[in-house]
């Protein structure tokens, strides 16, 4: 009988002595190396399975240099957009036999080049999820992290596909929208100040004040949690605003409890709208009015370019550029006469 290892573990020493044959040999012959002769690899096989041997993975994958294993790193997975997103990459990634590394920063862009390196190191190819950092360190890492796939940015460097949600074209929707109704006075509780796609949402409230230079549209200073908007109310309220666009859903759940708190009716005295439409969103009361992002197909989709990318495979990209769908609801109603702004 072979005689195990000091961690009473069968290893490929013992399947060497067994079949009679090096240790390179047997490690040749367990990674799928055909240049083995069929005769000693067949030996090799048949000592592995007698023995019960099981290759170990760690190795395995530094003798191949894979890991089956991709990585992510998102700004907050606290925020069910981000857990969506993870899940629609874990599931299809999972269909290939890959597994998923997950990296939080913690909304620290500091972080951010640190723990998507690290994970580039361990994994077989990376999914970077709305990255706050400055598109200077994006421009900076990013080739040294390939395989890569970027979800809401995007980078001048080749070869590197981009999945990014029209967010600009989604709030001037909802703006649209909301005018529509009546409201003639808006604000808009921004979302982190590094986020990309609230550049985008800034970029097309300026492109919708053009169009309606008789609509009043107030900017405030935001966050992308519940906190941040239950937080927001007084300077809500002394915007004076009828209507009002959360970076998010979050934002806009926090704003609207924050608001029942205060006495204030939604939609009746004001209107709130967010973006995103996460499951909570339609169990809110009221039921919040939002602008709906294919969040999960976000996921999924990042990793069939990733998937290419690591199989270095021809591969023709659907469209990456998203279009929010806009999901009316009960916080969003019929603007009431305009509310002076508060003063002192």
């Given at each position: 009988?072979?005689?195990k290892s000091a961690t009473g573990r069968i290893g ?183 986020s990309a796609s609230n550049g985008l949402r800034l ?142």
């Open positions: 009988m072979a005689r490929i020493a013992d399947v060497a002595v067994k079949a009679g044959v090096s240790h390179a040999t047997v490690s040749r012959v367990m990674n799928g190396n055909f240049t083995v002769d069929p005769d000693i690899a067949a030996r090799v096989r048949a000592a592995a399975v007698e023995l019960k041997y099981q290759p170990n993975p760690v190795g395995r994958s530094l003798a191949l240099g894979k890991t089956d294993t991709i990585g992510i790193v998102v700004p907050d997975l606290a925020n069910p957009t981000f857990q969506a997103i993870l899940r629609g990459l874990s599931r299809a990634a999972a269909e290939d036999g890959y597994r998923v590394l997950i990296a939080d920063s913690f909304e620290v862009s500091s972080e951010e080049a640190i723990l998507a390196g690290e994970a580039r190191r361990r994994c077989d190819g990376l999914v970077l999820c709305a990255p706050r950092m400055s598109d200077a360190e994006l421009e900076e890492i990013a080739p040294s992290l390939h395989p890569l796939v970027l979800i809401n940015r995007t980078t001048a460097a080749a070869g590197i596909p981009s999945l990014v949600v029209d967010y600009g074209q989604g709030v001037q929707d909802l703006a649209e929208y909301l005018v529509g109704l009546g409201h003639t006075r808006l604000a808009f509780l921004a979302g982190p100040a590094g970029e097309g409230l300026e492109a919708f004040k053009t169009r309606h230079p008789q609509v009043d549209v107030t900017m405030l200073d935001g966050g992308s949690d519940f906190d941040t908007g239950h937080g927001a109310v007084d300077s809500v309220l002394a915007s004076g605003a009828t209507g009002i666009l959360a970076f998010n859903d979050l934002v806009a759940m926090g704003l609207m409890s924050g608001l029942h708190e205060r006495g204030v009716d939604v939609p009746g005295d004001i209107s709130v709208t967010g973006f995103d439409d996460i499951p909570f969103a339609r169990y809110t009361t009221p039921t919040l009015t939002t602008a709906a992002v294919p969040i999960a197909e976000l996921g999924g989709q990042a990793w069939r370019e990733l998937r290419a990318l690591i199989r270095k495979e021809d591969h023709d990209a659907p469209g990456s550029r998203y279009q929010p769908r806009l999901e009316i609801r009960a916080s969003s109603g019929p603007a009431k006469a305009p509310r002076p702004a508060a003063h002192g």
